[in-house]
């Protein structure tokens, strides 16, 4: 609770008033009170809930007639639409009632006693946990004027007011309010968890050696919104810019995504040792993978409503969400040239003009922890979501070398002082960067044993069932200053084999089944000790890999040094491969 000062002079009309103070519960003082008749009827008709679905036998009349300390401000008779209010309760559904006691009875008072006293003014937490602003220099409570003030009761204080204080709905409430946005809230909700504190419960007497609670207290946690998409839409504190796509932009991007998480009936993954040996007379072990066809259908819907729904959200607060004036202006978002680029909470960077037209002609909802932006259209780009680039480490996935050609790979760091160096695709995208100044990086360097060509084999984890370029990125071996030439192998499986198959990859450049990297210098002399070797143009996965600890596709390098002692090293030194998805032809 933070306190903000105002100065001002003390109103007399706005001491507490003890007449009453010690001899009635703030109930009595609103039933006694005639032009609170119509609020006092509803308090005596809302059972108080620890949360949706789970009421006590206590009215709000009850509570409010305990010992529990409560400050209330009762709207005045005529000031709100009692009789709107009055059809909810009379409708009698779980989700309607509780809509009168969040929105109504719990956005009028707050726990503890708080008077209007002078010009000391504060930030207050709401009973439904809504934040309003008690400023007695203007005498409102969220701008609404208070009337009567500093009714003392027995149990708080009552101020009387001309209508009730507003409801504005968080991100969460309004998602669930929206019976347009069914899809997308009811896969967030099912993650939701209520975990018993016992801590903040209260015992009461062991039966048969149990023990048993006067008073338990639970708490919801939704584990989506605090893990996957690392946004606390349900927290009044907090601040985002949402897209909320409608059921129907929901099942467009949904069949869309389906086709990329295609998985087959079984897998089988065989399994060498680090140094691909495997003892004679015996074969290599193999790991399954193996679900039923509805299990695996599951597995892909989960997947696909994953990435869908925890790439929507847009921290205010986060400095890359600004525009040129170095502010976040929410208008801004959806106007092209504004932002050089906005970051979602799961940290995916969209740049400008695709991050622009994310929210382009969409009319933002102000509510109470940022802005909704409901649209018919998910524009969210797939490259930066599933479709994303992977850009994995060779020495952190290789996974075997033949050491009857190879010693063991090891991880070298080298240091250079190199030049900017883009590298792009055919669509002119860029794959791969070296930065101004690099001095320092780890890689892994494949060697040979003895005069042999050596090999090593790497695994591809959480592909998708799409197509992809494919690259290898070499760091050029200054120290021996010669060219490596290689050829490359992928393993994987082809839906309908249980076991990976061997594809031998050719050039794309002459159809040759070698490759080789550029010299150490440009045409204009300029340094380029990195490569981005293109071993495979279009290269299609049949089946899906995405989320898959014992399933994988494989990349074998096999060095060709020996083909030319006189151009070729067999010593080589490889950065990173990098995986560039293709979008599926409809």
Same mark, same amino acid.
């Given at each position: 609770?933070?306190?903000?000062?105002?100065?001002?002079?003390?109103?007399?009309?706005?001491?507490?008033?003890?007449?009453?103070?010690?001899?009635?519960?703030?109930?009595?003082? *609103?039933?006694?009170?005639?032009?609170?008749?119509?609020?006092?009827?509803?308090?005596?008709?809302?059972?108080?809930?620890?949360?949706?679905?789970?009421?006590?036998?206590?009215?709000?009349?009850?509570?409010?007639?305990?010992?529990?300390?409560?400050?209330?401000?009762?709207?005045?008779?005529?000031?709100?639409?009692?009789?709107?209010?009055?059809?909810?309760?009379?409708?009698?559904?779980?989700?309607?009632?509780?809509?009168?006691?969040?929105?109504?009875?719990?956005?009028?008072?707050?726990?503890?006693?708080?008077?209007?006293?002078? =010009?000391?003014?504060?930030?207050?937490?709401?009973?439904?946990?809504?934040?309003?602003?008690?400023?007695?220099?203007?005498?409102?409570?969220?701008?609404?004027?208070?009337?009567?003030?500093?009714?003392?009761?027995?149990?708080?204080?009552?101020?009387?007011?001309?209508?009730?204080?507003?409801?504005?709905?968080?991100?969460?409430?309004?998602?669930?309010?929206?019976?347009?946005?069914?899809?997308?809230?009811? !896969?967030?909700?099912?993650?939701?968890?209520?975990?018993?504190?016992?801590?903040?419960?209260?015992?009461?007497?062991?039966?048969?050696?149990?023990?048993?609670?006067?008073?338990?207290?639970? !708490?919801?946690?939704?584990?989506?919104?605090?893990?996957?998409?690392?946004?606390?839409?349900?927290?009044?504190?907090?601040?985002?810019?949402?897209?909320?796509?409608?059921?129907?932009?929901?099942?467009?991007?949904?069949?869309?995504?389906?086709?990329?998480?295609?998985?087959?009936?079984?897998?089988?993954?065989?399994?060498?040792?680090?140094?691909?040996?495997?003892?004679?007379?015996?074969?290599?072990?193999?790991?399954?993978?193996?679900?039923?066809?509805?299990?695996?259908?599951?597995?892909?819907?989960?997947?696909?409503?994953?990435?869908?729904?925890?790439?929507? =959200?847009?921290?205010?607060?986060?400095?890359?969400?600004?525009?040129?004036?170095?502010?976040?202006?929410?208008?801004?978002?959806?106007?092209?040239?504004?932002?050089?680029?906005?970051?979602?909470?799961?940290?995916?960077?969209?740049?400008?003009?695709?991050?622009?037209?994310?929210?382009?002609?969409?009319?933002?909802?102000?509510?109470?922890?940022?802005?909704?932006?409901?649209?018919?259209?998910?524009?969210?780009?797939?490259?930066?979501?599933?479709?994303?680039?992977?850009?994995?480490?060779?020495?952190?996935?290789?996974?075997?070398?033949?050491?009857?050609?190879?010693?063991?790979?090891?991880?070298?760091?080298?240091?250079?002082?190199?030049?900017?160096?883009?590298?792009?695709?055919?669509?002119?995208?860029?794959?791969?960067?070296?930065?101004?100044?690099?001095?320092?990086?780890?890689?892994?360097?494949?060697?040979?044993?003895?005069?042999?060509?050596?090999?090593?084999?790497?695994?591809?984890?959480?592909?998708?069932?799409?197509?992809?370029?494919?690259?290898?990125?070499?760091?050029?071996?200054?120290?021996?200053?010669?060219?490596?030439?290689?050829?490359?192998?992928?393993?994987?499986?082809?839906?309908?084999?249980?076991?990976?198959?061997?594809?031998?990859?050719?050039?794309?450049?002459?159809?040759?089944?070698?490759?080789?990297?550029?010299?150490?210098?440009?045409?204009?002399?300029?340094?380029?000790?990195?490569?981005?070797?293109?071993?495979?143009?279009?290269?299609?996965?049949?089946?899906? !890999?995405?989320?898959?600890?014992?399933?994988?596709?494989?990349?074998?390098?096999?060095?060709?040094?020996?083909?030319?002692?006189?151009?070729?090293?067999?010593?080589?030194? *490889?950065?990173?491969? *990098?995986?560039?998805?293709?979008?599926?032809?409809?």
């Amino acid at each position: 609770m933070a306190l903000i000062g105002f100065s001002s002079c003390t109103d007399d009309h706005f001491s507490i008033d003890s007449t009453v103070a010690d001899r009635q519960t703030l109930w009595e003082a *609103i039933s006694a009170d005639s032009e609170l008749s119509e609020y006092a009827n509803i308090l005596s008709r809302v059972y108080f809930s620890k949360r949706e679905g789970s009421t006590t036998v206590q009215t709000y009349a009850d509570l409010l007639n305990g010992d529990q300390t409560f400050t209330v401000w009762a709207p005045k008779n005529g000031t709100f639409n009692y009789e709107a209010w009055k059809a909810l309760l009379d409708e009698g559904t779980v989700s309607s009632i509780y809509r009168v006691e969040n929105e109504l009875i719990r956005n009028n008072m707050t726990r503890f006693s708080h008077q209007v006293s002078g =010009a000391d003014s504060m930030i207050l937490d709401l009973f439904n946990g809504k934040i309003a602003m008690f400023n007695t220099l203007t005498q409102t409570i969220k701008g609404q004027h208070i009337d009567r003030a500093n009714i003392g009761a027995s149990n708080g204080i009552l101020h009387v007011i001309n209508g009730p204080v507003s409801f504005l709905h968080n991100l969460y409430e309004y998602m669930a309010a929206q019976p347009e946005l069914d899809s997308l809230y009811k !896969y967030i909700k099912k993650h939701e968890k209520i975990t018993f504190n016992e801590v903040q419960s209260t015992p009461g007497p062991s039966i048969d050696g149990e023990v048993t609670w006067v008073d338990s207290v639970t !708490y919801i946690q939704n584990t989506f919104l605090t893990r996957e998409m690392n946004a606390l839409l349900n927290n009044e504190d907090s601040c985002y810019a949402v897209v909320m796509p409608t059921n129907s932009a929901w099942k467009t991007a949904y069949e869309k995504a389906l086709k990329y998480f295609t998985y087959q009936p079984k897998y089988s993954q065989t399994v060498v040792p680090l140094d691909g040996q495997v003892e004679e007379g015996t074969q290599a072990s193999a790991e399954t993978t193996e679900y039923t066809t509805e299990e695996w259908d599951s597995i892909a819907r989960k997947h696909v409503r994953d990435f869908l729904a925890e790439n929507i =959200a847009f921290n205010m607060n986060d400095p890359v969400n600004v525009n040129k004036d170095r502010k976040s202006v929410v208008e801004d978002f959806g106007r092209a040239g504004a932002c050089d680029s906005l970051r979602n909470t799961v940290y995916n960077v969209f740049y400008d003009p695709e991050s622009a037209n994310i929210f382009s002609g969409i009319e933002p909802v102000k509510l109470s922890n940022g802005y909704a932006f409901v649209t018919d259209n998910y524009n969210i780009p797939t490259k930066e979501t599933y479709l994303k680039k992977k850009d994995m480490s060779a020495f952190a996935n290789m996974i075997s070398y033949n050491s009857t050609y190879s010693d063991q790979p090891t991880a070298e760091t080298l240091s250079w002082n190199l030049q900017t160096d883009l590298e792009k695709d055919g669509e002119g995208n860029v794959i791969n960067s070296t930065d101004t100044l690099f001095t320092e990086k780890t890689v892994l360097y494949v060697k040979p044993k003895g005069r042999g060509n050596p090999e090593v084999t790497f695994r591809l984890p959480n592909t998708l069932s799409c197509k992809y370029d494919i690259y290898v990125v070499t760091i050029y071996n200054a120290y021996v200053d010669m060219l490596y030439a290689f050829r490359a192998e992928i393993q994987c499986h082809k839906g309908s084999e249980k076991a990976a198959t061997p594809d031998k990859l050719q050039n794309p450049a002459d159809n040759s089944m070698i490759f080789t990297n550029r010299p150490m210098y440009n045409e204009d002399g300029t340094l380029h000790l990195t490569d981005t070797v293109l071993v495979q143009r279009n290269y299609e996965f049949p089946s899906c !890999y995405y989320g898959l600890t014992k399933a994988y596709p494989t990349l074998k390098i096999v060095l060709q040094g020996n083909t030319d002692r006189n151009k070729y090293t067999n010593q080589m030194y *490889i950065d990173r491969i *990098i995986l560039v998805p293709k979008e599926n032809e409809d």
